[in-house]
């Protein structure tokens, strides 16, 4: 497992932009598939994306083209450029972090941050 710190969540208006950070820590961190997740008032978590320990991404297709996912392994962090925010995307968004060569957000990952709450009005 991976200690996981959100941060960088805030109010928006719509077009707006916003840029989240996950401080990771841990000896692995360079091994681990990494993702964001977002989950809204009275909605299931979804994934938005996702970055493999080789820099390989994936999107939810309703961020596509808006957010960007990356990582900066020497230090420990992991980001989230939100572009063209939208009001649907009001949700706590979640870092999370798994072991293993599958990333994707349909696999099960083992560390979770506490959240950072984006409103978009």
């Known amino acids: 497992h991976v200690q996981l710190v959100e941060s960088g969540g805030g109010s928006v208006l719509a077009r707006g932009s916003l840029r989240l950070s996950c401080a990771a820590s841990?000896?692995?961190?360079?091994?681990?598939?990494m993702g964001w997740f977002r989950q809204a008032s009275g909605k299931e978590r979804a994934g938005v994306a996702t970055?493999?320990?080789?820099?390989?991404?994936r999107y939810a297709d309703s961020v596509k083209g808006r957010f960007t996912i990356s990582r900066d392994n020497a230090k420990n962090t992991l980001y989230l450029q939100m572009n063209s925010l939208e009001p649907d995307d009001t949700a706590m968004y979640y870092c999370?972090?798994?072991?293993?060569?599958?990333?994707?957000?349909?696999?099960?990952?083992?560390?979770w941050g506490q959240g950072t709450q984006v409103t978009v009005s």
């Open positions: 999370a972090a798994r072991s293993g060569s599958w990333c994707d957000v349909i696999a099960d990952f083992d560390s």
């Open positions: 841990g000896y692995t961190y360079r091994r681990y598939c």
């Open positions: 970055i493999s320990r080789y820099g390989d991404t």
